[in-house]
């Protein structure tokens, strides 16, 4: 049973637009919910996360959305730009289940010029 | 260089044998983990080392899979008697401490791990 779901495999968007990657989860103990960031042959690198207590975080061109009630979060990426392309994790923890992270299947971004 | 580093990059290895997987982590980082990403899958938990108490092994998808740390940095990863099905991306990560929710994990580039 996937607890942490990622629903659209690819999405695919034009250079400048706004990507919107969404995140589904079941477990209602996860407190803490990552973005992962992952290209070819390369480990996933960090991008951004969001305590439970929150509903919206933001770094620069990331923005990431919980919400709650219906245990959805989304990633959105403004303006997006080709070095964006890549696979993109949704990832969860409890913290009262140590650190380890629960992912999702991936959302492959693909940014067109 | 400053970032988790991981060893071999590519194995092949025939059905049946053993393979060893090495981690090492990010120096000053007490936590440790190993994950896996089969072909179309997301990342998957196996097991989790936080400082010197017993690690959290309920990923392990079997007893053939086993891991050490020793000294509290260099990890090994060994699949036994390996099976097609272990064929994936193997993933290590570190992080500060391995407490509290949220703390960010640093991944290594992986061992792709092929089983003939």
């Known amino acids: 049973d996937q607890q942490v779901k990622q629903n659209s495999p690819s999405l695919s968007v034009q250079e400048g637009r706004i990507s919107i990657l969404n995140c589904d989860y079941t477990n209602s103990m996860f407190d803490y919910f990552l973005w992962y960031k992952k290209y070819p042959a390369e480990g996933p690198t960090f991008l951004i996360s969001?305590?439970?207590?929150?509903d919206k975080n933001e770094d620069g061109r990331f923005t990431v959305f919980l919400n709650k009630s219906a245990k959805h979060l989304s990633l959105h990426i403004v303006p997006s730009q080709p070095g964006d392309s890549a696979v993109y994790f949704c990832?969860?923890?409890?913290?009262?289940?140590?650190?380890?992270?629960?992912f999702g299947g991936g959302t492959r971004l693909m940014v067109k010029p | 260089g400053a970032g988790v580093s991981q060893s071999p990059s590519n194995k092949v290895t025939e059905k049946g044998k053993d393979v060893e997987l090495r981690c090492d982590p990010i120096?000053?980082?007490?936590?440790l983990y190993w994950y896996r990403q089969s072909l179309g899958q997301g990342l998957e938990f196996l097991i989790y080392?936080?400082?010197?108490?017993?690690?959290?092994k309920s990923g392990l998808p079997s007893d053939r899979f086993s891991a050490e740390r020793t000294g509290g940095s260099v990890s090994t990863l060994t699949i036994q008697r390996t099976q097609q099905e272990d064929s994936a991306v193997y993933l290590c990560a570190s992080s500060l401490s391995g407490r509290g929710g949220g703390e960010t994990q640093y991944f290594g580039p992986g061992t792709r791990l092929l089983v003939l």
């Open positions: 080392f936080q400082g010197n108490s017993a690690p959290d």
């Open positions: 120096s000053g980082h007490t936590a």
């Open positions: 969001i305590s439970s207590i929150k």
């Open positions: 990832a969860a923890s409890a913290d009262n289940a140590g650190n380890m992270l629960t």
